[in-house]
């Protein structure tokens, strides 16, 4: 019987352990496409809060593909939700970007609760679009964007690229 030459050189015991760690990490690789290697989604990111706004806390993460055409959802979280009346939040996209199929109109949030959507937003053809969110409470109003889409991977010239004297590189452009 003739054996490998790697598994003469490592010995068998070592050949074993590869395979197995070889079992070991595809469901590694498996739950890091889910968000990481514990199941924990992304991290969500938190929007600003100016101090003369509503007060309520937006909270998001992007998840999906943010390719032309293909949707990406869009959790956004809300919270430090005081008024005993509640707030309110709507949505409205800027930049080329589109809302999915989901209402636009204004949606209540219940006072002391997290509440977490889903948006399904569709990115503009070139560039970055937007998913506006406005949230409402005690009669203030604050924004925030949200950016879906990738930005185009140059900038297009509308110049000449030249050399001074001096050796710096200077686009002249001719006006208008």
């Known amino acids: 019987m003739r054996v490998a030459p790697a598994l003469t050189r490592c010995g068998y015991a070592s050949a074993a352990m590869m395979a197995v760690a070889v079992l070991l990490a595809a469901p590694l690789q498996a739950c890091a496409a889910e968000g990481g290697a514990n199941g924990k989604p992304q991290k969500m990111t938190q929007s600003v809060m100016k101090a003369n706004g509503s007060g309520v806390s937006v909270d ?15 959790v956004i979280e809300f919270d430090q939700i005081t008024d005993p009346s509640g707030a309110s939040v709507r949505f409205t996209a800027s930049g080329g970007a589109v809302i999915n199929g989901a209402d636009t109109g204004s949606r209540t949030l219940a006072p002391g609760v997290k509440t977490t959507l889903t948006m399904s937003v569709v990115p503009p053809a070139d560039g970055v679009g937007y998913l506006n969110v406005f949230t409402t409470q005690n009669g203030t109003t604050s924004a925030a964007s949200i950016a879906v889409g990738k930005p185009p991977a140059t900038m297009p010239s509308s110049g000449d690229l030249k050399q001074t004297p001096g050796g710096d590189s200077v686009i002249t452009m001719p006006v208008k």
């Open 60 to 74: 998001y993460r992007v998840d999906g593909p943010q390719a032309v055409g293909q949707p990406a959802s869009i």
